[in-house]
């Protein structure tokens, strides 16, 4: 258990809304991951972080932005949600110092965009 | 580019029946190779992992896999499948950096 969270797990929004998914871990990692996952594509590499206050995109980011003003918690914002963003997310984090270190995940946050 | 190729979609076995999952992966190097696990509404679970060594890594839940590196291929094995396994199962790669590419998936119905 890596010790990761997120909220909310499910979610209803509708088109045009803003909506922000939180994952929080409590054991200091540094890398922090953003994932959607929909069927027929595996995951997919939204945003990741490495650091507090640093972040790069993932190979699906358009529509996204991320923050991490905390070592323990990593925000995925939709600025204004489409209905091709309903999906489930997927937070993880590596362990140790290094990005090549194992990947464990959240329990996922499942959003539906009406 | 590398590139995650899980041929079957869905897999249908017995209860007590072995089981082999498929993955190809396209990569220049060695890679760093995953598996994971994911049962209805979880998340992923790391069954297990290959960055080098013997080339027959053993996992949690009785599940081994063997990396091939002439044929490409992470193949994860069960020499006799319990109805508790059913569930989705996703081979990774990884070039040592953050990046994972995620194969599409292989769900595994158990009958009983």
């Known amino acids: 258990d890596a010790g990761i969270t997120q909220s909310p797990r499910h979610k209803v929004t509708e088109t045009g809304t803003p909506v922000t998914l939180r994952c929080h871990q409590t054991?200091?990692?540094?890398?922090m991951y953003w994932y959607r996952q929909d069927p027929g594509h595996g995951l997919r590499l939204i945003h990741y972080?490495?650091?507090?206050?640093?972040?790069d995109k993932g190979e699906v980011s358009d529509g996204y932005s991320v923050s991490r003003s905390k070592t323990e918690d990593f925000l995925l914002t939709l600025e204004s949600a489409t209905s091709s963003q309903t999906s489930v997310y997927f937070c993880?984090?590596?362990?140790?110092?290094?990005?090549?270190?194992?990947?464990?995940f959240g329990p996922g946050t499942r959003l539906l965009v009406l | 580019a590398q590139s995650v190729t899980q041929p079957d979609i869905h897999i249908t076995v017995s209860e007590g029946a072995s089981l082999e999952l498929r993955c190809n992966y396209s990569?220049?190097?060695?890679?760093?190779l995953f598996w994971y696990v994911q049962s209805p509404g979880q998340g992923l679970q790391l069954l297990l992992k290959?960055?080098?060594?013997?080339?027959l890594v053993q996992g949690i839940k009785g599940f081994e896999a063997e990396f091939k590196r002439s044929q490409s291929s992470f193949n994860l094995r069960k020499p006799s499948v319990h109805w508790s396994d059913a569930a989705e199962y996703f081979c990774?790669?990884?070039?040592?950096?953050?990046?994972?590419?995620f194969g599409t998936g292989t769900r595994l119905k158990v009958l009983a």
């Open positions: 054991e200091n990692h540094r890398y």
């Open positions: 993880a984090i590596s362990e140790g110092e290094e990005s090549s270190e194992t990947q464990y």
């Open positions: 972080s490495y650091g507090v206050k640093d972040t």
């Open positions: 990774a790669v990884s070039s040592g950096t953050y990046k994972y590419i």
């Open positions: 990569y220049g190097a060695t890679p760093y």
């Open positions: 290959y960055f080098s060594g013997d080339t």
